[in-house]
C-alpha cells in the first residue's frame, strides 16, 4: 500500500490544477423563453469567452447572428467542427451557417486596425502584442425560422481538452415584430 501512496497524491494534485465548471449550458431559463437578451456571454477555461448577440433581421428572410471570442495573451482554442448550425429547441439541426465575415484585432490596437479572415479557422490563437484578441464572426442564417430555434456553436478544444459551448436560444418576439435572444 505504500507503494501506491506517491503516485495517488500525484493524481489528486493533478486533479486540482483545472477547476473549470461550465455555467448554464443552455441560456432559456424558463419553457416559454420571454425574457429578452441582448447578449449572452459563455466563459470557457483559461480567460477564453464567447459572447452571441441578438440577431439582425436580414432583407430577404433570416437572421445575422454575431459571435465574438476573446482570447487573453498566450492562449489558444481549436474548433472540433467548422459549421455553425441552428436547431429546434434541443432538437434536429435546420439550418447551417453561411460566414458572412471573420475579423480579428487586438484589444490593445486601435479598432479600425483588423485582419479580415477568408475562410474559416482550424485554430484561433491570441496575438502576442495585445493583452487579449477578439475574433469576430457574423453568422447569417437565411430564409424562413422557426418560431423558436437554438444556436450551438462548435465544442472548442483547449489544452487539448473538450468543451461545449453555451446553446444560445432565440425566438420570435411579436411585440417586436423581430427575433431576438431569450431566457
Known amino acids: 500500500m505504500r507503494r501506491y501512496a506517491p503516485l495517488s497524491l500525484l493524481f489528486a494534485l493533478a486533479a486540482c490544477g483545472d477547476n473549470y465548471t461550465p455555467v448554464d449550458l443552455y441560456q432559456a431559463k424558463t419553457p416559454d ?3 429578452w437578451a441582448d447578449e449572452s456571454r459563455f466563459d470557457l477555461p483559461k480567460g477564453i469567452s464567447v459572447t ?3 440577431p439582425a433581421a436580414l432583407p430577404e428572410g433570416g437572421v445575422e447572428i454575431g459571435l465574438v471570442y476573446m482570447l487573453p495573451r498566450n492562449t489558444q482554442t481549436q474548433f472540433t467542427s467548422r459549421a455553425f448550425k441552428i436547431s429546434q429547441p434541443k432538437g434536429a439541426p435546420l439550418a447551417t451557417a453561411e460566414i458572412a465575415s471573420i ?3 487586438g484589444t490593445s490596437a486601435r479598432p479600425e486596425i483588423v485582419e479580415v479572415i477568408k475562410e474559416m479557422p482550424v485554430l484561433m490563437v491570441a496575438t502576442a502584442t495585445s493583452d487579449a484578441t477578439q475574433v469576430r464572426f457574423r453568422l447569417q442564417f437565411k430564409g424562413k425560422l422557426p418560431e423558436r430555434f437554438d444556436f450551438t456553436p462548435p465544442v472548442m478544444v483547449i489544452n487539448r481538452d473538450r468543451y461545449p459551448v453555451r446553446t444560445f436560444t432565440y425566438r420570435y418576439f411579436e411585440d417586436r415584430k423581430a427575433y431576438g435572444m431569450c431566457s
Open 33 to 35: 423563453c420571454k425574457n
Open 52 to 54: 452571441a448577440t441578438a
Open 103 to 105: 475579423y480579428q484585432r
